[in-house]
């Protein structure tokens, strides 16, 4: 059994009008994609389409809160996860055009998997740097940090032979 069934969307029976739905981002969701594996919180996930006889307007919302590590000291933190995604459904003959905000679904088809689009929405907000608040950090961490940029600085200023310091004068030249 596919564990991102119950992220499909059977389309062909909704009416022209708008429509929601809800669905829920937990750990069996995140360790379906190698990226978020091993991710634990719960990220609640809704869905509105506004469907007219051509095309569907589909929005996505994202509000929830997941384990993260900080990069600063490696302690785990409460990571709030919000984002908005719009894409734009058409069905059509063939399945060539598809683009980033753009869908082409074929007559054939009964649902839209919606597992995909919620993955890169949560993606797409998901911070570049994690790190806890001002003062939240694990403070041995922080100690060990500055001791480790103390020996980098007292390592710059020993005295280097002279004959080195002329060489490195012909290379930065």
């Not at 054939?108 to 797409?124: A, G, I, P, R, V």
């Amino acid at each position: 059994m596919n564990r991102l069934n119950e992220y499909k969307i059977a389309f062909r029976g909704l009416g022209e009008g708008k429509h929601s739905f809800d669905f829920v981002l937990g750990p069996a969701f995140f360790d379906c994609f190698e990226a978020t594996k091993g991710t634990e919180g719960k990220v609640d996930a809704s869905v509105f389409i506004v469907k007219s006889s051509l095309l569907m307007e589909v929005r996505v919302k994202l509000n929830g809160v997941v384990k993260a590590v900080c990069d600063r000291c490696l302690g785990e933190l409460d990571l709030p996860v919000h984002g908005e995604m719009e894409l734009i459904v058409k069905q059509s003959g063939r399945e060539e055009g598809n683009d980033d905000d753009y869908i082409i679904v074929t007559p054939e088809d009964d649902f839209l998997d919606m597992s995909t689009y919620l993955y890169e929405t949560y993606m797409l907000n998901y911070p570049m740097r994690v790190v806890h608040g001002e003062g939240e950090c694990d403070e041995g961490m922080q100690e060990m940090l500055r001791e480790y940029v103390r020996e980098e600085d007292e390592e710059d200023e020993k005295q280097t032979d002279p004959r080195w310091d002329e060489l490195k004068k012909l290379i930065n030249n």
